[in-house]
């Protein structure tokens, strides 16, 4: 870490592994910009601070059970892509098993843009040639 600024693959992976896995809305101040970019296909939108954290605590009450797992990070620059597993079961008891890819732009410390598609059903498996 350069001084106090967390680098982006470190902000992404408090993202994923606290704030998400450990439910953690805290941090929401610490890892995400005042404004975000988030793109899906034909999609852009932009997300003040009190946008993102009601994003994120939708889908955590949503989901009282929820854990995610990075299958492949690669960070450069200040991106950080990452192929993700994830396992939930929402306040209705069905339980899901997903995967997905986001790309992340982190920029002093704090998640400013976000690429994502749609998540599918399933998981990634293991890479047979690792």
């Given at each position: 870490?350069?001084?106090?600024v967390?680098?982006?693959?470190?902000v992404?992976?408090?993202?994923?592994?606290?704030?998400?896995?450990?439910?953690?809305?805290?941090?929401?101040?610490?890892?995400?910009?005042?404004?975000?970019?988030?793109?899906k296909?034909?999609?852009?939108?932009?997300?003040?601070?009190?946008?993102?954290?009601k994003?994120?605590?939708?889908?955590?009450?949503?989901?009282?059970?929820?854990?995610?797992?990075n299958?492949?990070?690669?960070?450069?620059?200040?991106?950080?892509?990452?192929?993700?597993?994830?396992?939930?079961?929402?306040?209705?008891g069905?339980?899901?098993?997903?995967?997905?890819?986001?790309?992340?732009r982190?920029?002093?410390?704090?998640?400013?843009?976000?690429?994502n598609?749609?998540?599918?059903?399933?998981?990634w498996?293991?890479?047979p040639?690792?």
């Open positions: 870490m350069q001084g106090d967390r680098s982006p693959r470190e992404i992976d408090l993202y994923i592994y606290q704030l998400y896995n450990q439910r953690r809305l805290d941090l929401v101040q610490d890892l995400i910009a005042p404004e975000t970019w988030r793109h296909p034909g999609k852009l939108e932009k997300l003040d601070l009190a946008q993102s954290m994003r994120l605590s939708d889908l955590l009450d949503l989901c009282p059970e929820i854990r995610f797992d299958t492949l990070v690669i960070a450069e620059g200040d991106k950080v892509a990452i192929a993700w597993n994830g396992w939930t079961r929402q306040t209705n069905k339980t899901y098993e997903l995967a997905g890819i986001e790309i992340f982190v920029v002093g410390g704090k998640i400013v843009e976000v690429w598609a749609r998540e599918a059903a399933g998981l498996q293991e890479s040639i690792d």
